[in-house]
């Protein structure tokens, strides 16, 4: 057997060691590949307002999934099926430049796609918005691809070294490192619920200046610009005006850590939201509600 046979013939091995912890997730929005991350938890790059997602598993089955939760700085939403039956891709060791890694995702009908994909750079922080960074990623010299968006950037030993997103920076594609992703889905799966809770109020997120801060160490909240008639926040005392910076103790830094916090099955539970009004910090006890559904 020459060289180039042998060199192949590892390459599939080891995506075919990884294909079955990369799924299909089909959200109202669009379709993206998924990653297979512990016991019935899928991180992906799908998008979504809806309770629930449709998950091909990669052999004409589609199931259902419950959406737990956003990881807002790395634009990934939170995932699980209940009974999934497929393995957890193995996080790797973050990989150096000039390493040769293969992207692993799902193709339109499902099917399996593969192409080498060398690690250009390894490096951060990179900033994902206002408020958001990632601390460290992976940039792959490839293209962003529609069939790679949320799978996995893989090893020779078909190990996950990250998931794949569809940001391209100077004809590379960027990778969250599978450390980072794994440790932020778990977090956001013990925090998340499958109900998402309604407070009723329209929001921007802000810097904080200093003398805004009322002690804390926050740099920035969501300012309240709307406050709905008859909804959980004004029946709480919410007010247009006021500064979000926490909620139930945690803070809130931007709108989609707020959307991770109300799926935390808190609907019908009464929630301490802390603003600041002017420069002091008050407490607001918010009885949150489930979503309306939107007719149509």
Known sequence: MNTWTSLSNEIAAAVDKAAPSIVQVHSHRRVTAGIVIADNLIATPAATDDDTVAVLTGESQTVEGAVLGRIANMGLTVVRVDGLNRPALVAAQEPKPGQLGVAVGRTWSGGVMATLAPIAVVGGPLRTGRTGAIDRVIRIQHSPHGALNGGALINAEGQAL??????????????????????????????????????????????????????????????????????????????????????????????????????????GTAVPITVIRGTTAVDVSVTVSERPKIRG
């Open 162 to 267: 990250g998931i794949i997103t569809s940001v391209a920076i100077r004809g590379t594609t960027v990778v969250i490192p599978a450390s980072l992703a794994w440790a932020a889905a778990r977090q956001a799966a013990s925090q998340g619920g499958v109900k998402q809770g309604f407070l009723g109020v329209s929001s921007m997120p802000v810097s904080l200046p200093d003398r805004q801060r009322a002690g804390r160490s926050q740099t920035s909240g969501l300012l309240v610009s709307n406050v709905a008639a008859n909804s959980p926040a004004e029946n709480g005392g919410l007010l247009v005006g006021d500064l979000i910076v926490g909620f139930d103790g945690d803070a809130i830094e931007d709108a989609e850590s707020l959307v991770t916090r109300l799926r935390g099955n808190k609907v």
